[in-house]
């Protein structure tokens, strides 16, 4: 394989792009264009190779360490790799489990609609909004006690969450939020800013109604 350096500058990947469309560069090729320079040892297009043999090996995701392991390879470009790759990914496969709203959630937290305790779920989502996890934080009568920021922010910390949705029910039947649900959703909005998780939004459920706080401008 020719060095860069070797090549007339027409084929090379990034003028080879603009002439020629995408389409017509090889995997290495693309890589280059992504990784843009290589160093004084190793040319772009023997690191891309590299990365594309790896690549090979072992499919995505990737992460960070996976890439530096490559020589010519540092922090700024081996996070224009993994940029790339994620965005493919939530461009082109997608996981289905995107939250676009409270419907969007109803499926995976409707079980507790009629429940006849009280119980608290979190939803963890990473940063494209899809869902990573959803467990019951707590089954009993919501309080300060039972509902305290580290109970319900663990998970979602060890999940890497981006943000969470709060959901609990009413087994009154009455979906609007009483003074100490209020209370009880500032205390975890506020943790989770400390944390760097968003709370985006937080649903009451009952067997046939739900009502959203962020719908509320409450969130």
């Not at 264009?33 to 072992?58: E, M, P, Q, S």
């Not at 922090?75 to 289905?96: D, M, N």
């Not at 995976?108 to 934080?137: M, P, T, W």
């Not at 506020?190 to 109604?209: C, E, F, K, P, Y």
Request: positive net charge; glycine residues 6%.
């Amino acid at each position: 394989m020719k060095r860069m350096t070797k090549i007339p500058e027409s084929d090379r990947p990034r003028e080879k792009i603009v002439r020629k469309g995408p389409q017509a560069l090889t995997d290495p090729e693309l890589i280059a264009v992504l990784i843009g320079t290589g160093t004084a040892k190793r040319d772009v297009l023997k690191v891309a190779r590299d990365v594309h043999r790896r690549l090979d090996i072992r499919p995505g995701p990737w992460s960070m360490s996976n890439l530096r392991a490559i020589a010519g390879l540092g922090k700024a470009k081996s996070c224009q790799i993994v940029a790339a790759y994620e965005l493919a990914r939530r461009r082109f496969a997608p996981t289905g489990r995107r939250v676009t709203g409270p419907e969007s959630l109803l499926p995976y937290i409707s079980f507790i609609a009629d429940k006849r305790q009280e119980y608290l779920v979190c939803v963890s989502l990473n940063g494209a909004a899809e869902i990573l996890n959803c467990r019951v934080v707590t089954i009993g009568l919501l309080d300060s006690t039972s509902v305290h920021p580290r109970e319900v922010f663990a998970d979602p910390l060890s999940d890497r969450a981006a943000s969470v949705v709060l959901a609990h029910n009413h087994p009154s039947g009455v979906p609007s939020p009483s003074r100490r649900d209020l209370w009880i959703h500032r205390r975890l909005a506020q943790a989770g800013r400390l944390l760097g998780i968003d709370v985006l939004d937080h649903l009451i459920l009952t067997s046939n109604a739900f009502y959203s706080f962020k719908k509320h401008g409450l969130s």
